[in-house]
């Protein structure tokens, strides 16, 4: 199969806490994950993403973890800001596609809102 | 650097009127070109890509049609809109090499009514 599964649909923190947001994906040969965020009316922006080769990557507040076996991968911010309030989208490449059409299938996405 | 500009911004049409979006990717030769569908507050759906001019695969049937007349250029329509049309769309083209990496558009906003 090709879904990409994430949870939470909606996720709701006190600004300073940490935000957690997990996808599983299905095809055991995905080697590429990105995540995007999008702000309301905007284009999704790539955040950060990881390969297949690494467990765990760390952009600023942003911390990507990969577990292969388990088929999962997760997105966790640090000190949140108001700013981080947004949707946020994980996908993951799909081998089964031709290289042309482009590999990425996406999440449901996350609604992210971080209270003061 | 790359740039890549969408039109119309948003757009307002009736049901069964004919629409034309447009897009074009500067700094970038030959690349590959995507269209999105994004219900409002749903994920992104792939419609079409597009490696070269005159070429367009369709990803999802939903009565839309793509077209490339230039390298840079790429157009999505229809000659009757529904109004399960009303969305996000969204042009994208792809990084280079191993890495997947989409970058959209700004993206235009379709209200059908």
């Known amino acids: 199969g090709e879904q990409v599964e994430q949870l939470p649909s909606i996720l709701r923190v006190q600004e300073g806490s940490s935000a957690s947001i997990n996808c599983s994906y299905e095809?055991?040969?995905?080697?590429?994950f990105p995540w995007y965020k999008q702000e309301p009316g905007e284009n999704p922006k790539l955040i950060i993403d990881i390969r297949s080769n690494m467990e765990r990557k760390q952009i600023q507040e942003l911390i990507v973890l990969l577990d292969k076996k388990a088929k999962r991968f997760s997105l966790h911010i640090t000190d949140t800001q108001p700013g981080d309030s947004a949707m946020y989208f994980c996908?993951?490449?799909?081998?089964?596609?031709?290289?042309?059409?482009?590999?990425?299938?996406f999440g449901q996405g996350t609604k992210l809102s971080i209270k003061p | 650097a790359q740039t890549i500009h969408q039109w119309p911004v948003a757009e307002i049409k009736a049901v069964g009127s004919p629409l034309s979006l447009g897009c074009t990717i500067k700094?970038?030769?030959?690349?590959?070109l995507y269209w999105y569908w994004q219900a409002t507050g749903g994920t992104l759906q792939q419609l079409f890509y597009s490696i070269t001019v005159g070429q367009v695969e369709s990803v999802v049937q939903l009565n839309l049609s793509a077209s490339r007349p230039k390298d840079d250029q790429f157009i999505l329509s229809t000659e009757k809109l529904l109004l399960s049309h009303s969305g996000f769309y969204l042009c994208a083209w792809r990084g280079q090499g191993w890495a997947e990496t989409l970058y959209f558009g700004s993206g235009t906003r379709l209200t059908v009514l």
């Open positions: 996908a993951a490449s799909a081998s089964r596609r031709n290289y042309n059409q482009g590999k990425l299938i």
């Open positions: 700094g970038k030769s030959s690349p590959n």
């Open positions: 095809d055991s040969a995905s080697n590429y």
